[in-house]
């Protein structure tokens, strides 16, 4: 890890917002030694039945950030979410920040610009996002300097943010007791999650993990926020020195088992434009649905 800036000295204060629909965690996460802070992985309410978006979830971050006179300086997106809608947009029109999202997005938006057969409209630059990162790239929050580590497999955008001694994987790895997600959407692959997991693994064993889901594994509470150790240790899918191909063995079998999630297909659309809903030729919001796509 010696081509990272690690600081691990400095402890963020992190508070998770759990969101009952899709299973997601949100985050604010302060510099300890300012009012900067930043919101990872937020969450657009959507009723698929209904088409109706709103912005109960988003609110409530925006509401502690005012009630905590913080100053909102990045809204980070650790990838191009598969099963929740991203609202970025609306919590910049009213908090500021810049929107970031790994530079693979450009992949992303090439393969579903494709599946969705999206016009010359648009555009498959990553320019709906404030900053691309790159792995080892870093930028300030406050006065720490944090870094975003590429850890594809579930996605070919994915980043790990590594803020002080706290680390927000995304969709890479869960709790101990849910193992790791699934590596079967376009452009994902097992081995390449299992290589980017040891990536995360690398880490001090004393950075903490915050999750983007949790399921509640055999009707134990809701968590979020592990250890590298602990996930070393435990860890169903990857823990106790399990062997890449042990791993991309499981992880390929139990992918062939598992549907879609339900709220895909809006996710994917809105979210490789930064967390805008696109418009039909009359301006009017609109989402499409192709058959047997995916």
């Not at 030694?33 to 109960?56: H, K, L, P, W, Y």
């Not at 063995?249 to 598992?258: H, I, V, Y």
Request: with cysteine.
């Amino acid at each position: 890890m010696t081509n990272y800036p690690l600081n691990i000295e400095t402890r963020p204060e992190v508070e998770g917002f759990f969101d009952e629909a899709t299973n997601t965690i949100s985050y604010i996460v302060k510099d300890p030694n300012s009012n900067a802070c930043a919101i990872v992985d937020s969450v657009m309410d959507f009723d698929q039945a209904a088409g109706r978006i709103t912005f109960e979830h988003a609110d409530m971050l925006i509401a502690r950030v005012r009630e905590r006179g913080l100053t909102l300086d990045w809204i980070i997106e650790t990838h191009v979410h598969a099963d929740h809608l991203s609202a970025a947009p609306y919590i910049q029109e009213r908090l500021g920040g810049q929107v970031g999202i790994g530079a693979n997005i450009l992949v992303v938006q090439e393969t579903f610009g494709k599946i969705f057969n999206e016009g010359t409209e648009f555009q498959r630059d990553g320019s709906q996002f404030d900053r691309l990162f790159n792995d080892g790239d870093t930028y300030k929050l406050g006065s720490m300097t944090c870094f975003a580590m590429h850890t594809p497999g579930h996605t070919p955008a994915c980043m790990t943010h590594v803020m002080g001694d706290a680390a927000f994987v995304g969709d890479t790895l869960f709790m101990p007791d849910g193992g790791s997600a699934r590596a079967d959407f376009p452009g994902g692959d097992a081995g390449t999650l299992y290589d980017s997991i040891q990536r995360v693994l690398a880490l001090p064993e004393t950075v903490r993990l915050f999750m983007c889901h949790d399921y509640g594994p055999n009707g134990r509470d809701i968590s979020w926020e592990t250890t590298v150790a602990d996930e070393k240790a435990h860890n169903i899918h990857v823990g106790a020195g399990r062997t890449r191909e042990e791993f991309v063995k499981m992880r390929e079998a139990r992918d062939a088992t598992l549907g879609m999630p339900k709220l895909i297909l809006p996710s994917l659309q809105v979210n490789m434009r930064g967390g805008e809903v696109p418009t039909d030729a009359d301006g009017r919001q609109m989402l499409k649905l192709p058959v047997n796509a995916l």
